[in-house]
């Protein structure tokens, strides 16, 4: 059975071969097709991510250069004219399929830096819920390191990571992963399931696909990996594959499925109760320890009674019973001193006090764990 049937939400990272038809343009017969089986999982209740490649090979294109060029400036200036020519295609495409798009440019330190994760994270997540399909590709316009050592599998993984995916898709010119280069090694094996984070698989990995991407299977296999940190199987699949979405979706076994050792769930809240030290605390009263523990909701500020430490939004913070034990950990959606301005406040006071509205829990219960 497919990694895909029962998963809700799915991040689909798509080569740059498979978009541009290597190097020939933005191919819209191919994301036409790809927005057909994403509109159809989106009208199953699904929720998508598309990272997709293929900015500086339709830049090129535009620009009418047939190598890629080597200075920086030249690979940003063909990033920013591919971008419009993605960005164009996406729309129109899924437009025609009722659903809207947006493009949202990222770089590895929007993920690093806790309050751009977050704002990142937050963004996304609102897209979905309105049945907008988020195209991300990393921001390599302004970003030097991403165009000379990034790929778009890692930043897949991370937006898996991000959005807590069930399941990353990695669609590419290959079947999937072989013990050995079949395009070398006429004996090589074909792998339909692993575990993510297997050593054997790195040592089974390739070099670097076609002239046009900046990946080979290595960078899959450790994005795979990446994305099982936070419980996300993985299937590696040929992006040329009749209805290969659909079909994974409805538990066809197409391409290789590395599984994650951990359940979403699970690797989420280990990896809370992991933490040693916590940045702060809240002290709760008698009725939210009910609300928590009697019937699993989230942690409203009006059930806090104290705010202790000098913490930021997204840490990691203990919720304390009114004697003073530890009877939860979560993420916190706000700050220490936001904390304090809204604790024993309702949602409908917070604009005021804090001049915006965000969250109306202080940590939701998928983000929270009992102790």
């Known amino acids: 059975m497919s990694l895909l049937s029962s998963a809700r939400r799915i991040v ?22 790809w927005s057909r089986q994403l509109a159809a999982l989106a009208n199953e209740g699904r929720e998508l991510v598309m990272v997709s490649s293929g900015a500086i090979a339709e830049g090129m294109k535009r620009l009418g250069w047939t190598t890629r060029p080597k200075e920086l400036h030249e ?13 164009q295609m996406y729309e129109s495409q899924l437009s025609a399929h009722g659903m809207h798009s947006a493009q949202v440019l990222l770089t590895h ?8 994760y977050l704002n990142a994270r937050s963004t996304l997540l609102t897209l979905m819920a309105h049945r907008v399909l988020p195209v991300i590709n990393e921001n390599d316009t302004v970003v030097n390191d991403e165009i000379k050592f990034g790929d778009n599998d890692t930043l897949g993984a991370l937006v898996a990571n991000l959005v807590e995916a069930d399941a990353l898709v990695i669609l590419t010119d290959q079947r999937g992963l072989y013990s050995a280069d079949p395009r070398k090694d006429p004996t090589a094996r074909f792998i339909d399931n692993a575990q993510a984070g297997d050593p054997e698989l790195e040592r089974m990995a390739g070099g670097a696909g076609s002239s046009i991407g900046r990946g080979g299977m290595i960078t899959k296999i ?8 936070s419980g996300a199987g993985t299937v590696i699949a040929w992006g040329r594959e009749p209805d290969v979405l659909l079909r994974l979706a409805r538990g066809e076994a197409i391409g290789t499925a590395l599984h994650a050792a951990t359940p979403k769930l699970a690797a989420r809240k280990q990896w809370m109760v992991d933490h040693l030290q916590m940045r702060g605390a809240v002290r709760v009263d008698a009725g939210a320890v009910v609300k928590l523990r009697g019937e699993g909701k989230s942690l409203l500020p009006i059930g806090v009674t104290e705010v202790q430490g000098d913490f930021h939004r997204g ?18 959606n ?5 904390s304090r301005l809204i604790a024993r406040k309702p949602s409908s006071e917070f604009e005021a006090l804090l001049g ?10 998928d983000n929270l764990v009992l102790r």
């Open 12 to 33: 689909v990272k798509v080569g740059s071969s498979l978009v541009t038809n290597e190097g020939r343009g933005v191919d819209a017969e191919a994301i036409a097709n």
């Open 109 to 116: 330190a929007d993920l690093a830096d806790r309050e751009r």
């Open 334 to 338: 706000y700050s220490g001193a936001e």
């Open 75 to 87: 690979l940003q200036a063909a990033a920013a004219v591919g971008q419009m020519g993605l960005a």
């Open 356 to 365: 915006y509205a965000a969250e109306p829990e202080l940590i939701h219960r």
């Open 315 to 332: 840490d990691v913070i203990a919720v304390l019973a009114p004697d003073g034990t530890e009877l939860a950990r979560g993420l916190a």
């Open 222 to 229: 450790l994005a795979a990996k990446r994305a099982a940190g």
